[in-house]
């Protein structure tokens, strides 16, 4: 084979290999693009480690502009909640919050049947405890521990995760906001930690050695499929652990917020 067909040669596996590199680049973007993703999760735990009895409780939400994209969404992550229980969203002097209400917490276990029909679950009607059968698997008992409750909501844009500050929905009120050093695993050089401090209110009736715990959480989070699943994210939380009986009222309590957690493509969608 002389130089001349060599030369040819070379060419051809050149081209050769830059149109397959250039196909698997359209494949990789047209999955990157058709699996991208964005949304917001929002997630509020309320417990006492005694019976306590009117419950009212304001505690953040993920609010931007006064509007809050998940106030809507809010749900029960307990499909069969006591009728007692309700949550609702309310403007207070710190702006707008999630009201959450009880007549005690924990509840006293609730008892339902399943109604069916044309072969499918309708709907679960509450029962006494008479007529519970732990042998009849279309009724059930369920247990009140805690108030779980959270929400979800899509946006079509790419979500600012490092740096939602004023561009993205976050727990207010926030106070003395001050970096912090980042821990284990979130010490990569797109992350950064800020503490702050926030309100939330408790009030409630029950003996003076009752604590109550409060966790709060947000993620705002891009996704996507490239070769396996990929995601950038910030995350806001607030945690209050055994808050004693003597603090009721407004309370003050400590969130963080962690910003450019994850992996950042080049040429998101915006």
């Excluded at 844009?157 to 740096?163: L, V």
């Excluded at 929905?169 to 050089?189: G, L």
């Amino acid at each position: 084979m002389n130089r001349r067909t060599l030369g040819i040669v070379a060419i051809v596996v050149v081209l050769v290999v830059a149109v397959a590199a250039g196909g698997l680049w359209a494949v990789g973007r047209l999955s990157f693009l058709d699996s991208y993703g964005s949304q917001y999760d929002y997630s509020v735990r309320v417990s006492a480690d005694e019976p306590i009895s009117n419950v009212t409780m304001f505690v953040p939400l993920p609010v931007e502009n006064n509007s809050s994209p998940v106030a809507a969404n809010v749900e029960s992550r307990e499909y069969l909640i006591p009728e007692t229980w309700s949550y609702d969203v309310v403007d207070t002097q710190y702006g707008p919050m999630l009201r959450i209400r009880a007549d005690e917490l924990p509840a006293d276990p609730t008892y339902h049947r399943a109604v069916i029909e044309n072969d499918r679950l309708v709907r679960w009607e509450q029962i006494s405890e008479r007529e519970y059968d732990q042998n009849d698997a279309n009724t059930v008992r369920v247990e009140h521990d805690a108030v779980d409750l959270y929400a979800d909501a899509t946006v079509n844009r790419s979500i600012d995760t490092r740096s939602p500050e004023g561009t993205e929905p976050i727990f207010e009120p926030r106070q003395n906001v001050r970096a912090v050093p980042c821990e284990w695993p979130h010490e990569a050089d797109e992350t950064r930690c800020y503490a702050y401090d926030s309100m939330v209110y408790l009030q409630y009736d029950g003996p003076e050695t009752t604590t109550v715990s409060v966790s709060i959480e947000l993620y705002g989070t891009n996704s996507w499929w490239v070769g396996g699943w990929n995601y950038n994210e910030y995350t806001d939380r607030i945690y209050a652990y055994d808050v004693p009986a003597d603090r009721r009222g407004w309370v003050v309590v400590e969130g963080e917020l962690q910003t450019g957690v994850g992996n950042y493509p080049r040429n998101p969608p915006q």
